[in-house]
């Protein structure tokens, strides 16, 4: 496809499940961000790839949450023992140049967690 | 501490007047600033960019303005439609590699006909 694909659309996991979350890039985009959105905030930033390099990690609000995109395309955001303070919805965006300081970030739709 | 702050949560006005939206920020020196729109349920979506040394940028019926002093930036729609009605982010880096885009709360604009 021609956007940001993220997936799945919608999770619902019981407190304490591992969860991973995919997103795919646009294809050829260097600078890959991952965000969590909870109900009625605005998005907040968890971390930065410039290609495979993890260059900004400092979002991440514990050592649960954990991201790789090890062949520079495709990552996957990883929460470990899912707490209800998790449910939110996890955002990616991707961008052709290096960093956010020199153009648009383009969107995925976003995956809903939902812990019960 | 850092803060983005967006006027209000909501803002409410007839079809055809100018909306304008506020975006203010301490203990920020960006070099930048953006403004996106979400849809409930959509990823936000681009729509203009402003830099530092450009105090104002227009793009359509949008216009956007940045006041590095005032530390604001005012986003505006002129001739509004109920079709505009959505979330307005602001954004802006928090740090100079651009590792690190920061968001506000967002301001929800309903524009009725």
Known sequence: ?116 | SQKIEQNSEALNIQEGKTATLTCNYTNYSPAYLQWYRQDPGRGPVFLLLIRENEKEKRKERLKVTFDTTLKQSLFHITASQPADSATYLCALDANQAGTALIFGKGTTLSVSS
């Open chain 1, 1 to 116: 496809g021609a956007g940001v694909s993220q997936s799945p659309r919608y999770k619902v996991a019981k407190r304490g499940q591992d969860v991973a979350l995919r997103c795919d890039p646009i294809s050829g985009h260097v600078s890959l961000f991952w965000y969590q959105q909870a109900l009625g905030q605005g998005p907040e930033f968890l971390t930065y790839f410039q290609n495979e390099a993890q260059l900004d990690k400092s979002g991440l609000p514990s050592d649960r949450f954990f991201a790789e995109r090890p062949e520079g395309s495709v990552s996957t955001l990883k929460i470990q023992r899912t707490q209800q303070e998790d449910s939110a919805v996890y955002l990616c965006a991707s961008s052709p140049l290096e960093g956010s300081n020199t153009g648009e970030l383009f969107f995925g739709e976003g995956s809903r967690l939902t812990v019960l």
